[in-house]
């Protein structure tokens, strides 16, 4: 019994470091309620709101199945993996009403708000009974998933279409507009809900990427980088959680010889073995509850007599976080990304900050819809997303790097970073707070000395 207690004792003592390396997932069968219940909360709030801003009142999404529309995978209950057969999917906000009518032009119902509105027994003909619906309620504005800016939004097939195009009647069809922008709005508007947990999913993502680069992963002189890639691979499977890219770990160190800080983003790094002097570089996304991260942040490898990372390292490392505020100081809702991304660079230029100004959205996808702040290969306009303006309640990869010139390496060091943030519509708030400093492999113990 006394060693019971004495157990139970040491447990409850180290219960808040156990839980704070290992922040709560929840079960998949959780998860799936949760999603259901975000999506019906976002059918309707975000959705009204959405058609309402646009000027739309009926938008209709069609998807067979295997080759599904990037928007109505949004729209799926969570125990749907896939549309079945030929899905459709119409909505109609009638003039006045703040409530979107949600029907399913399908064999079934789709998820709690859309209820089936076709039986093929009385209409064999599901397009036949499309049209007839549409033209029942006779929309002023008829949105397809047709878009030239975002690919998220040009999820209506050519087959798909011109398949409407016979049974539409020729008036309607000239009722038919581009759904980019109503697309574009719900993709990239996050709920209070989902912000609420938008914070925890980013902990969790912090708490994996501190773990793969430390001394719990990694042997200096033994361990190469695409081990640390794939134990994060590994990692994210044990969790049961999912990822939407491979993972980059690649070094920058003082050797002459090392170009790291001159490649293009368009190679992936070679594998090198980890040495003591690397500063390393992840770059690392996770999906969980529907929504995405996507987070870039660095690590040094102490050298035998050195008990923390060398100031003149972290002093760059500033550099990095002084563009971070630039950039975040430029969101202003409804200016467009161009916008953002040359106000930007404006500051830059007149601090003498060396680098470049690459995020974007994120939400449903890691690479989202919304406007496009510079591109690592283009810091200039970027035509059509980059003209997408600012709207309130988004999220945001605040993506970017400075080159700063270390005289001790007598080298440039490019300080990639990239935080999860959300605007608010007024300010932009880190989603888990961001990197102020290089982590240090291994981490300080202050119990020993020398």
Do not use: C
């Not at 690392?284 to 490898?301: E, H, K, M, P, S």
């Not at 200016?335 to 470049?356: C, D, H, P, Q, V």
Request: proline share 5%; glycine share 6%.
């Amino acid at each position: 019994m006394k060693q019971f207690l004495l157990n139970f004792i040491i447990l409850m003592l180290l219960s808040p470091f156990i839980f704070a390396q290992n922040p709560a997932i929840l079960t998949q069968r959780a998860q799936a309620t949760v999603v259901d219940q975000w999506l019906e909360e976002r059918i309707q709030s975000v959705l009204p709101q959405i058609m309402e801003r646009e000027g739309i009142d009926m938008w209709l999404i069609i998807s067979r199945e295997y080759n599904e529309d990037p928007v109505i995978r949004t729209f799926l209950p969570a125990t749907w993996f896939a549309a079945r057969r030929r899905t459709m999917l119409l909505m109609y906000k009638a003039q006045g009403s703040s409530q979107v009518k949600a029907l399913a032009v399908a064999r079934y119902d789709v998820g709690k708000s859309f209820k089936r509105a076709w039986d093929p027994d009385t209409e064999p003909d599901q397009w036949k009974a499309l049209a007839q619906l549409i033209e029942e309620r006779n929309p002023k504005k008829l949105a397809l998933n047709i878009a030239d800016n975002f690919g998220h939004a040009d999820g209506l097939t050519v087959t798909d279409h011109e398949q409407l195009k016979k049974y539409l009647s020729q008036t309607t069809m000239s009722k038919v507009v581009s759904g980019e922008r109503l697309s574009v709005g719900w993709l990239e508007t996050r709920t209070p809900s989902e912000m609420a947990t938008y914070k925890h999913l980013q902990t969790i993502a912090n708490s994996i990427i501190s773990e793969g680069l430390s001394e719990k992963v990694i042997t200096p002189g033994v361990t190469t980088t695409d081990d640390v890639v794939w134990w994060y691979r590994e990692k994210i499977k044990e969790l049961k959680l999912d990822t939407w890219f491979q993972p980059t770990v690649d070094i920058q160190r003082p050797d002459p010889e090392s170009k790291e800080h001159l490649r293009s983003f368009a190679v992936r790094p070679e594998s090198q073995v980890i040495m003591p002097g690397d500063l390393l570089h992840i770059d690392f996304g996770i999906t969980y509850l529907r929504l995405n991260t996507d987070t870039q942040q660095l690590a040094y490898v102490l050298k035998p007599d050195e008990k923390e990372v060398p100031k003149y390292l972290n002093d760059a490392f500033k550099v990095g976080n002084r563009l971070q505020d630039i950039l975040t100081s430029q969101f202003i809702t409804g200016r467009t990304g161009n916008e953002i991304l040359k106000a930007t660079r404006s500051i830059m230029e007149k601090e003498g900050i060396k680098g470049s100004i690459y995020s974007h959205p994120m939400g449903y996808h890691g690479h989202a819809s919304g406007p496009t702040i510079g591109m690592w290969d283009n810091q200039g306009d970027t035509k059509g997303a980059g003209d997408y303006p600012l709207f309130p309640n988004t999220v945001y990869a605040i993506e970017l790097n400075a080159v700063v010139f270390v005289k001790e390496w007598n080298k440039e060091v490019r300080i990639m970073l990239e935080e999860g943030a959300f605007f608010d519509g007024e300010k932009v708030i880190y989603l888990d707070g961001r990197q102020k400093e290089i982590m240090a492999i291994p981490r300080h113990r202050n119990y020993l000395g020398n």
